[in-house]
């Protein structure tokens, strides 16, 4: 079965997230504001990983740093959500595996067309 670790701060979002996906027969791993969101990926090693981000980022992008050097997660792909942000500052993300940044509010439809691929 196909996992993904889903960190979100906002509780309504990340439920709607975890019960769409989870109608998919996909396994859902849920943290909170990142606090436990790198413990969790090595333990259960999922398939993506739905991040939010920040306005200033400097927590997740702390995480993704930390994912990147660590072997068994270095290529876990990570798709983000979160404020609007330059061109230049979305694509330095591709170094961390992040293969879509989507600017809030998120159109859904395109949303899990991505998590599906």
Known sequence: M????ISDSHPLFRDFLKQKLTDNLIDIILTQENRDIYTKMISNLPNLIILDMKEDGSDQLEFLEKKVQDSNSANIPVIITGPVQNKSFIASLAKYGVIKYFAKPIQFDI???AIGR
């Open 111 to 113: 949303f899990f067309e």
């Open 2 to 5: 196909k996992k993904v670790l």
